[in-house]
Every structure is written in structure tokens, then in C-alpha cells.
């Protein structure tokens, strides 16, 4: 049995015939599942219609976040909670297209692979900088930690061995993507077309982007934090240089006239001093939000059976 994940946010508009169209595939080419959707603290009508699937469909089953904790906190309730022999994790608009579903379980079941993960072949309609930043962040990504984020989307097959592997990694600020691929196992890639959104827009502001690229290169590398120590080392080097330079001209008579050295080493010192504060504060205030060890969401309601309630 494969247990389907949606996170859910404010998709009242499109969740019913989402789902419905999800369970058609489903059920067309026999694959036996459970579909799982994570209201994550909606404000619209998403709930009502999700009680709405689970009331129509039995093997809908629905979970209640008490608030609205990000799409990561909603993937980790679903991951939690499923029950299947494998979970497949999509986005509930439908950006993740449902007609490669059977290929990814076909992959899974008849050769065996742990992992299907769905790769965009194209990123659909986005716009330039949109491309642009996505890139640079990869490219930054991969030099910090080795993971391969390019193209990698939250559109996964994962089996129960794997959901188990990633059940014992803790920390309770989650990257499901960079978590998923540190895991490793034997995986394979599906390319996917990144459909148009159909209805509502993207839950993801500008700000909301920048927080999650420094979130995950913090989260998954302290090279930051190295680069700091190697800052510093170049800028002793070159602090030996002048002051040998400096001591010459004294020692010759020729001292400095102008404070133009003076300024630009204080400014430049200056700036590295805090840029470098910046970094470890960065690392200090995750390490504030581990030790707290706060759960990752909260559950309100839960609707629904066959659950995984161990
Ligand atoms: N989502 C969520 N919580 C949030 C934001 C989004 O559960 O705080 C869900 C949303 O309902 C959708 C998926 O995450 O199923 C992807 O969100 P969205 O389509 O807004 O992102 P994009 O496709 O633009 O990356
Ligand atoms: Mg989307």
C-alpha cells in the first residue's frame, strides 16, 4: 500500500477535484493507497473540504495542524503519520503532475529502487530572477554541503525503509529535500513538466524564499563559518605586509601623510567584523531553536483510519 502526502494551505478552491482526480489515477491503474492531507493551519475553506473528501472517499485521511507551521512541519505529519509500505509526497495543486504517479510506483515496486524522486525538467512559468536566484542558490547550495538541490523538487516516492532511516534524524528545523538526499539509498529520477497552478497563488513570498536559502545552506554545512576563519587568515596576511610596509617607511623617514590606509583598513576590518558576527549568530540562533526541542507542529484533528499511531 502507498500512503499519498499533501500538504494542504489555503487550497480550498481546488482541493476536492485535486484529490478526486489523484484517487481516478489511483484507482485506474490498481494502485492499493491511502491519501493523507496536512491541513497546515488554512484560513479559507480547505478544511471543510477536506472533511468533505474524507466523508466521500475511505481511504482519505485527513490531519489538522493547530496552526499554520510551513510546508516542511506538514511533510513531517504526514511522513509520521502514514502507514504505507511507501509515502509519496506532492504538492496539493497539482504542480506535481499525478499522471506520473504509476511510472514512480512502477519503479518502486517492479525494480526495486528506494527512492523516486521527481526532477523538474522544465520549472514551468516563472520568471527570470525567479530562475535566476534558484540557480545561484543550487550552485551556492552545492559548494557548501555536495548535495545536488538542482532541479530537485518535494515531489518524492520514498520506501518504508527510508521513511523509517529519515524518522531518526531529529533536528527539529527540517529541509525535507537536502534531508532526503543526505539519506542516500538506491534512487532514481523521474523527470516531471512543473504544471501551471490552476487556482490561488504561490504561498511563497520573496522574504519567506531568502529565509529558506539561508535556513538550508545553515542547516546542512558550517562552511560559512570556515570561510570566516579564512577571511580572517588573508586579512592577517595582509596586516603583515603593511605593518612591515609602515615600519619601513617610518624607520627610512618617510611615514604616511594621509590616513587613507588608516580608513580604508578600518572600514574594511569593520565590515568583515560584522558580516562574521552575522554568520555565527546565524548558527547561534539554530542552535537556540535545536536545544528548545520544540516539536515540529502540533496536531489539532485527526480523521480518518489506518494511521500509523506507534
Ligand atoms: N503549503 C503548506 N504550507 C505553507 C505553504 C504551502 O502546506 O505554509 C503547501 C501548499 O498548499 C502546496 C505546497 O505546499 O500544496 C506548495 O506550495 P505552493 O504551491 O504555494 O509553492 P510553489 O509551488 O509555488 O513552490
Ligand atoms: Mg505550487
Known sequence: MISIIMPVYN??????????????????????SQ?????????????????RLSRDYSNVLIIQLSR????????????????GDACLIMDA???HPPEVIPEMVRLWRDESYDVVEGVKSDRGRESLTGKFTALTFYKLFKKATG????????????????????????????????????????????????QERVNGCTKWSKSSLIKLAVHSITSFSALPLHLVTWLGSILLIVDVVLVTQTLYMKLVGKAFTGFTTVIILILGVG??????????????SKIYEEVKHRPRYLISKIQGKGLNNE
Open 11 to 32: 487550497e480550498g478552491s481546488q482541493i476536492y477535484s485535486n484529490v478526486s482526480k489523484v484517487k481516478r489515477i489511483l484507482e485506474q491503474n490498481q494502485i492499493d
Open 147 to 194: 548535495i545536488n538541490l538542482n532541479s530537485a523538487s518535494d515531489f518524492k516516492l520514498l520506501d518504508r525503509k527510508v521513511v523509517d532511516s529519515w524518522k531518526q534524524m531529529t533536528e527539529s528545523i527540517t529541509f525535507f529535500r537536502g534531508m532526503s538526499a543526505w539519506l542516500g539509498f538506491k534512487r532514481i529520477q523521474v523527470p516531471f513538466k512543473v
Open 271 to 284: 565590515s568583515f567584523i560584522m558580516i562574521s558576527l552575522g554568520i555565527i549568530g546565524v548558527y547561534i
Open 68 to 83: 499554520n507551521f510551513g510546508k516542511e512541519a506538514a511533510l513531517c505529519a504526514g511522513l509520521e503519520k502514514a502507514a
Open 93 to 95: 495543486d497539482l504542480q
Open 35 to 51: 491519501i493523507l492531507l496536512v491541513n497546515d493551519g488554512s484560513t479559507d475553506n480547505s478544511w471543510s473540504e477536506m472533511e
